[in-house]
Protein backbone atom coordinates (compact mmCIF):
# COMPACT_ATOMS: atom_id res chain seq x y z
CA UNK A 1 0.00 0.00 0.00
CA UNK A 2 3.37 2.37 1.23
CA UNK A 3 4.41 1.87 -2.68
CA UNK A 4 1.00 2.33 -4.03
CA UNK A 5 0.54 5.74 -2.47
CA UNK A 6 4.22 7.30 -3.37
CA UNK A 7 3.72 6.06 -7.05
CA UNK A 8 0.15 7.93 -6.83
CA UNK A 9 1.78 10.93 -4.88
CA UNK A 10 4.39 11.23 -7.55
CA UNK A 11 2.33 10.64 -10.72
CA UNK A 12 0.12 13.64 -9.29
CA UNK A 13 3.16 15.44 -8.64
CA UNK A 14 4.37 15.20 -12.54
CA UNK A 15 0.77 15.93 -13.57
CA UNK A 16 1.21 19.53 -11.81
CA UNK A 17 4.44 19.93 -12.75
CA UNK A 18 3.27 19.56 -16.37
CA UNK A 19 0.18 21.93 -15.90
CA UNK A 20 2.36 24.28 -14.45
CA UNK A 21 4.32 24.13 -17.75
CA UNK A 22 1.74 24.43 -19.49
CA UNK A 23 0.03 27.14 -17.88
CA UNK A 24 2.92 29.27 -18.56
CA UNK A 25 3.31 28.25 -22.17
CA UNK A 26 -0.27 29.86 -22.54
CA UNK A 27 0.35 32.93 -20.58
CA UNK A 28 3.29 33.30 -23.03
CA UNK A 29 1.07 32.82 -26.38
CA UNK A 30 -1.26 34.74 -24.39
CA UNK A 31 1.09 37.73 -24.14
CA UNK A 32 2.16 38.11 -27.72
CA UNK A 33 1.66 41.72 -29.18
CA UNK A 34 1.12 39.71 -32.32
CA UNK A 35 -2.25 38.61 -31.15
CA UNK A 36 -3.85 41.50 -32.07
CA UNK A 37 -3.21 41.49 -35.91
CA UNK A 38 -5.10 37.92 -35.83
CA UNK A 39 -8.69 38.08 -36.29
CA UNK A 40 -10.71 35.79 -34.91
CA UNK A 41 -14.14 34.11 -36.09
CA UNK A 42 -17.03 33.89 -34.19
CA UNK A 43 -16.64 31.44 -31.40
CA UNK A 44 -12.77 31.00 -31.92
CA UNK A 45 -11.16 27.71 -29.79
CA UNK A 46 -14.38 26.77 -29.18
CA UNK A 47 -14.78 22.81 -28.61
CA UNK A 48 -17.46 21.26 -30.63
CA UNK A 49 -17.76 17.65 -29.69
CA UNK A 50 -14.43 16.01 -30.90
CA UNK A 51 -12.94 19.11 -32.75
CA UNK A 52 -12.39 22.54 -31.81
CA UNK A 53 -12.60 25.64 -33.63
CA UNK A 54 -9.32 27.92 -35.03
CA UNK A 55 -9.15 31.61 -35.31
CA UNK A 56 -9.82 31.26 -39.28
CA UNK A 57 -12.57 28.87 -38.65
CA UNK A 58 -10.39 25.54 -39.65
CA UNK A 59 -11.63 22.52 -37.38
CA UNK A 60 -9.05 20.30 -35.95
CA UNK A 61 -9.45 17.12 -33.62
CA UNK A 62 -10.12 17.83 -29.91
CA UNK A 63 -6.77 16.80 -28.24
CA UNK A 64 -4.83 15.28 -31.38
CA UNK A 65 -1.88 17.90 -31.12
CA UNK A 66 -0.07 17.35 -28.52
CA UNK A 67 -2.79 16.86 -26.35
CA UNK A 68 -5.17 18.81 -23.56
CA UNK A 69 -2.13 21.21 -23.08
CA UNK A 70 -2.41 22.43 -26.72
CA UNK A 71 -6.25 22.59 -26.12
CA UNK A 72 -6.53 24.71 -23.28
CA UNK A 73 -4.32 26.83 -24.82
CA UNK A 74 -6.91 27.54 -27.72
CA UNK A 75 -9.26 27.88 -25.78
CA UNK A 76 -7.62 30.10 -24.15
CA UNK A 77 -6.29 32.62 -27.09
CA UNK A 78 -9.28 31.56 -29.10
CA UNK A 79 -7.68 29.86 -31.62
CA UNK A 80 -4.26 31.18 -32.36
CA UNK A 81 -1.08 28.74 -30.63
CA UNK A 82 1.94 30.42 -32.53
CA UNK A 83 0.74 34.15 -32.43
CA UNK A 84 4.32 35.57 -34.07
CA UNK A 85 4.43 32.80 -37.29
CA UNK A 86 0.49 33.19 -37.69
CA UNK A 87 0.25 36.85 -37.98
CA UNK A 88 2.96 36.61 -41.10
CA UNK A 89 1.33 33.75 -42.58
CA UNK A 90 -2.09 34.74 -42.85
CA UNK A 91 -0.25 37.92 -44.58
CA UNK A 92 1.72 35.89 -46.73
CA UNK A 93 -1.72 33.79 -47.69
CA UNK A 94 -3.16 37.34 -48.79
CA UNK A 95 -0.88 37.97 -51.69
CA UNK A 96 -0.95 33.78 -52.57
CA UNK A 97 -1.76 33.23 -56.21
CA UNK A 98 -4.53 30.84 -57.54
CA UNK A 99 -3.72 27.29 -57.93
CA UNK A 100 -0.39 27.95 -55.69
CA UNK A 101 1.44 24.56 -54.38
CA UNK A 102 2.37 24.34 -50.77
CA UNK A 103 5.05 21.56 -49.20
CA UNK A 104 4.65 21.31 -45.36
CA UNK A 105 7.11 18.86 -43.68
CA UNK A 106 6.82 17.62 -40.70
CA UNK A 107 2.77 17.92 -40.75
CA UNK A 108 1.50 16.27 -37.75
CA UNK A 109 -2.27 18.54 -37.73
CA UNK A 110 -1.95 19.62 -41.02
CA UNK A 111 -3.35 22.93 -39.44
CA UNK A 112 -1.19 25.55 -41.95
CA UNK A 113 -1.97 23.33 -44.95
CA UNK A 114 -5.57 23.45 -44.04
CA UNK A 115 -5.04 27.60 -43.79
CA UNK A 116 -3.51 27.52 -46.91
CA UNK A 117 -6.36 25.38 -48.97
CA UNK A 118 -8.65 27.56 -47.42
CA UNK A 119 -8.23 30.49 -48.62
CA UNK A 120 -5.96 29.70 -51.67
CA UNK A 121 -8.10 28.93 -54.93
CA UNK A 122 -7.26 25.83 -56.25
CA UNK A 123 -3.91 25.27 -54.25
CA UNK A 124 -2.70 21.96 -53.74
CA UNK A 125 -0.53 20.62 -50.83
CA UNK A 126 2.08 17.79 -49.86
CA UNK A 127 2.32 16.47 -46.29
CA UNK A 128 5.57 14.66 -44.82
CA UNK A 129 5.23 13.48 -41.42
CA UNK A 130 7.09 10.47 -39.76
CA UNK A 131 4.62 9.55 -36.77
CA UNK A 132 1.93 7.30 -38.22
CA UNK A 133 -0.25 8.35 -35.56
CA UNK A 134 0.24 12.14 -36.10
CA UNK A 135 -0.04 11.69 -40.02
CA UNK A 136 -3.52 10.07 -39.13
CA UNK A 137 -4.52 13.41 -37.28
CA UNK A 138 -3.84 15.35 -40.11
CA UNK A 139 -6.00 13.11 -42.33
CA UNK A 140 -8.91 13.13 -39.89
CA UNK A 141 -8.16 16.85 -40.03
CA UNK A 142 -8.87 17.26 -43.44
CA UNK A 143 -11.93 15.02 -43.58
CA UNK A 144 -13.24 16.86 -41.33
CA UNK A 145 -13.01 20.08 -43.37
CA UNK A 146 -13.14 18.49 -46.81
CA UNK A 147 -10.10 19.10 -48.01
CA UNK A 148 -7.71 16.94 -50.07
CA UNK A 149 -3.97 16.21 -50.26
CA UNK A 150 -1.06 14.39 -50.85
CA UNK A 151 -0.39 12.85 -47.30
CA UNK A 152 3.50 10.73 -47.33
CA UNK A 153 4.72 8.83 -44.17
CA UNK A 154 8.43 10.22 -44.26
CA UNK A 155 11.13 11.77 -42.58
CA UNK A 156 13.26 14.93 -43.63
CA UNK A 157 16.57 15.37 -44.19
CA UNK A 158 19.71 16.16 -46.42
CA UNK A 159 20.15 12.65 -47.71
CA UNK A 160 17.53 10.04 -49.02
CA UNK A 161 17.81 6.66 -47.31
CA UNK A 162 14.47 4.05 -48.06
CA UNK A 163 15.30 1.69 -45.08
CA UNK A 164 12.69 1.06 -42.83
CA UNK A 165 10.41 4.46 -42.58
CA UNK A 166 12.58 6.66 -45.50
CA UNK A 167 14.22 9.50 -44.99
CA UNK A 168 13.41 11.94 -48.35
CA UNK A 169 14.74 15.35 -49.36
CA UNK A 170 13.11 18.67 -51.01
CA UNK A 171 15.22 17.97 -53.88
CA UNK A 172 13.80 14.28 -54.12
CA UNK A 173 10.32 15.60 -53.00
CA UNK A 174 10.50 18.03 -56.35
CA UNK A 175 11.53 15.47 -58.91
CA UNK A 176 9.25 12.58 -57.20
CA UNK A 177 6.25 14.77 -57.25
CA UNK A 178 6.88 16.19 -60.19
CA UNK A 179 6.52 19.84 -58.84
CA UNK A 180 7.31 22.83 -60.91
CA UNK A 181 7.49 25.55 -57.75
CA UNK A 182 6.94 25.45 -54.15
CA UNK A 183 4.89 28.89 -53.08
CA UNK A 184 5.62 28.23 -49.18
CA UNK A 185 7.66 25.36 -48.10
CA UNK A 186 6.51 24.77 -44.46
CA UNK A 187 9.14 23.04 -42.15
CA UNK A 188 8.95 21.70 -38.30
CA UNK A 189 11.22 18.69 -38.43
CA UNK A 190 12.35 18.86 -34.71
CA UNK A 191 15.71 20.08 -35.32
CA UNK A 192 16.49 18.85 -38.71
CA UNK A 193 15.88 21.95 -40.07
CA UNK A 194 19.89 22.36 -41.58
CA UNK A 195 19.40 18.91 -43.46
CA UNK A 196 16.56 19.90 -44.85
CA UNK A 197 18.17 23.32 -46.39
CA UNK A 198 20.56 21.30 -47.56
CA UNK A 199 18.74 18.84 -48.97
CA UNK A 200 16.88 21.69 -51.05
CA UNK A 201 20.06 22.93 -52.64
CA UNK A 202 19.14 22.43 -56.45
CA UNK A 203 15.60 23.40 -55.70
CA UNK A 204 16.97 26.56 -54.04
CA UNK A 205 19.84 27.14 -56.51
CA UNK A 206 17.05 27.16 -59.42
CA UNK A 207 14.42 29.41 -57.51
CA UNK A 208 12.00 27.54 -57.01
CA UNK A 209 10.84 27.98 -53.48
CA UNK A 210 9.08 31.23 -52.75
CA UNK A 211 8.95 31.27 -48.67
CA UNK A 212 10.60 29.35 -46.01
CA UNK A 213 8.49 28.87 -42.88
CA UNK A 214 11.11 27.35 -40.54
CA UNK A 215 10.84 26.10 -36.97
CA UNK A 216 14.23 25.72 -35.50
CA UNK A 217 15.02 23.88 -32.42
CA UNK A 218 18.22 25.91 -30.89
CA UNK A 219 19.83 29.14 -31.55
CA UNK A 220 22.84 27.28 -32.98
CA UNK A 221 20.04 26.07 -35.82
CA UNK A 222 18.73 29.09 -35.95
CA UNK A 223 22.05 30.92 -36.65
CA UNK A 224 22.88 28.07 -39.46
CA UNK A 225 19.43 28.45 -41.05
CA UNK A 226 19.89 32.18 -41.54
CA UNK A 227 23.15 31.98 -42.64
CA UNK A 228 22.37 29.61 -45.17
CA UNK A 229 19.42 31.86 -46.25
CA UNK A 230 21.25 34.67 -46.56
CA UNK A 231 24.16 33.19 -48.30
CA UNK A 232 21.53 32.32 -51.05
CA UNK A 233 20.23 36.03 -51.00
CA UNK A 234 17.02 34.84 -49.57
CA UNK A 235 15.52 37.94 -47.99
CA UNK A 236 14.22 37.89 -43.83
CA UNK A 237 10.94 38.55 -43.74
CA UNK A 238 11.13 37.99 -39.99
CA UNK A 239 12.88 35.77 -36.89
CA UNK A 240 12.99 34.92 -33.98
CA UNK A 241 15.23 32.66 -31.76
CA UNK A 242 14.15 30.55 -29.03
CA UNK A 243 14.64 33.49 -26.35
CA UNK A 244 12.80 35.96 -28.57
CA UNK A 245 9.66 33.49 -29.76
CA UNK A 246 6.30 33.44 -27.56
CA UNK A 247 6.15 29.55 -28.61
CA UNK A 248 8.23 26.83 -27.74
CA UNK A 249 10.64 26.91 -31.45
CA UNK A 250 12.25 29.89 -32.90
CA UNK A 251 10.78 31.10 -36.67
CA UNK A 252 12.32 32.27 -39.61
CA UNK A 253 10.48 33.26 -42.39
CA UNK A 254 12.32 34.17 -46.01
CA UNK A 255 11.15 35.07 -49.54
CA UNK A 256 13.38 34.45 -52.55
CA UNK A 257 14.42 38.12 -53.92
CA UNK A 258 12.77 36.79 -57.66
CA UNK A 259 8.87 36.11 -55.51
CA UNK A 260 6.43 38.96 -55.39
CA UNK A 261 5.71 39.84 -51.88
CA UNK A 262 6.03 40.81 -48.16
CA UNK A 263 9.25 42.81 -47.51
CA UNK A 264 9.38 42.87 -43.88
CA UNK A 265 6.97 42.35 -41.04
CA UNK A 266 8.15 43.27 -37.26
CA UNK A 267 7.17 40.51 -35.10
CA UNK A 268 6.82 41.25 -31.17
CA UNK A 269 9.91 40.13 -29.80
CA UNK A 270 10.17 39.23 -26.13
Not at 86 to 111: C, D, H, P
Not at 155 to 181: A, E, M, R
Request: contains cysteine.
Amino acid sequence: MLNLAKRLLNKIKRTYASRKEWDARINDVINCADNKYIPRVKNAGAIQGNFQLMHNGVKVQRDGYYGSGITRMLVKNKGVHEPQEERVFQEVLKQMRANSTMIELGSYWAFYSMWFLSKVEGGKTYLYEPATENLTVGKINYRENNFQGDFNHAFIGGVVDHNGVPTLSVDYIVKDKKIDFIDILHCDIQGAELDMLNGAIESVSKDIIGYFFISTHSDELHVACLDFLGAHNYFIVCEADLSNSYSYDGIIVARSPNYAGINRIAIARK
